[in-house]
């Protein structure tokens, strides 16, 4: 059977006297991380979705490696709150290393002609993007960083449609294929990723089909100031 030892209460104060300075010097070996915003840009638009991306460049002095607990965010458009969030990453900033972290947030198109009706007709609406991104030290706990970045966001607005010509290029008793030109007028500032739709064919007030439209211009990279 062991033997049980009873530390009394002069030895214990000699016992944590002696631990709180080598907690102390543990903490002191550690220097803190730094951040600054590398650039945003739009990494995706529809007519429904702007998705911008905010890159952080996290840079870590130390000896040991830090990961990625957590991050949150706040946004506003045209001075006003507009949304916030939580998110989180499974990167993890190596040792004596620099890393990006990227922070994605998808702003609803719909939401802003809602709540923000005077952006109605507006091409571009500045923004502000604020928040954290919280790192863990192992056994020191978490460290979280602040960071900030202003810029300006487009707004996409529904294109126009136009005619431009009907063409019968096969027909039969049971059956017509038909050639239809559409015109599209893009009132936005930028190009639209994707575009389409469903037309409904109508002769003499009845429907008589449907056709399939589909545009995809380009894919392009968008920076925002």
Same mark, same amino acid.
């Given at each position: 059977?062991?033997?049980?030892?009873?530390i009394r209460p002069m030895k214990r104060l000699l *016992?944590?006297?002696?631990?709180?300075?080598?907690?102390?010097?543990?903490?002191?070996?550690?220097?803190?991380?730094?951040?600054?915003?590398?650039?945003?840009?739009?990494?995706?638009?529809?007519?429904?979705?702007?998705?911008?991306?905010?890159?952080?460049? +996290?840079? $870590?002095?130390?000896?040991?490696?830090?990961?990625?607990?957590? +991050?949150?965010?706040?946004?506003?458009?045209?001075?006003?709150?507009?949304?916030?969030?939580?998110?989180?990453?499974?990167?993890?900033?190596?040792?004596?290393?620099?890393?990006?972290?990227?922070?994605?947030?998808?702003?609803?198109?719909?939401?802003?002609?809602?709540?923000?009706?005077?952006?109605?007709?507006?091409?571009?609406?500045?923004?502000?993007?604020?928040?954290?991104?919280?790192?863990?030290?192992?056994?020191?706990?978490? *460290?979280?960083?602040?960071?900030?970045?202003?810029?300006?966001?487009?707004?996409?607005?529904?294109?126009?449609?136009? +005619?431009?010509?009907?063409?019968?290029?096969?027909?039969?008793?049971?059956?017509?294929? +038909?050639?239809?030109?559409?015109?599209?007028? $893009?009132?936005?500032?930028?190009?639209?990723?994707?575009?389409?739709?469903?037309?409904?064919?109508?002769?003499?007030?009845?429907? *008589?089909?449907?056709?399939?439209?589909?545009?995809?211009?380009?894919?392009?990279?968008?920076? *925002?100031?």
């Amino acid at each position: 059977m062991g033997r049980q030892v009873t530390i009394r209460p002069m030895k214990r104060l000699l *016992v944590i006297a002696l631990l709180v300075p080598g907690c102390a010097e543990l903490k002191d070996l550690v220097l803190k991380p730094t951040l600054h915003v590398e650039g945003a840009h739009v990494a995706g638009l529809t007519l429904d979705e702007v998705n911008l991306l905010v890159d952080l460049g +996290i840079d $870590n002095p130390n000896s040991f490696g830090l990961s990625v607990a957590g +991050i949150d965010f706040a946004l506003s458009l045209d001075g006003r709150p507009f949304l916030d969030g939580k998110t989180t990453s499974a990167i993890r900033i190596a040792a004596a290393s620099k890393s990006t972290v990227p922070v994605a947030v998808g702003v609803p198109v719909p939401k802003i002609f809602k709540t923000l009706v005077h952006l109605a007709d507006a091409n571009e609406a500045p923004y502000k993007i604020e928040g954290g991104i919280t790192l863990n030290a192992k056994a020191l706990g978490d *460290v979280r960083l602040p960071f900030s970045h202003e810029g300006k966001l487009p707004i996409p607005h529904l294109p126009k449609l136009s +005619i431009g010509g009907l063409h019968v290029e096969k027909l039969s008793l049971r059956s017509a294929q +038909i050639k239809l030109s559409l015109g599209v007028t $893009n009132p936005n500032v930028f190009p639209l990723s994707k575009l389409g739709g469903t037309l409904k064919l109508s002769l003499n007030g009845t429907q *008589v089909g449907d056709v399939e439209a589909s545009l995809r211009p380009r894919p392009g990279h968008l920076p *925002v100031d």
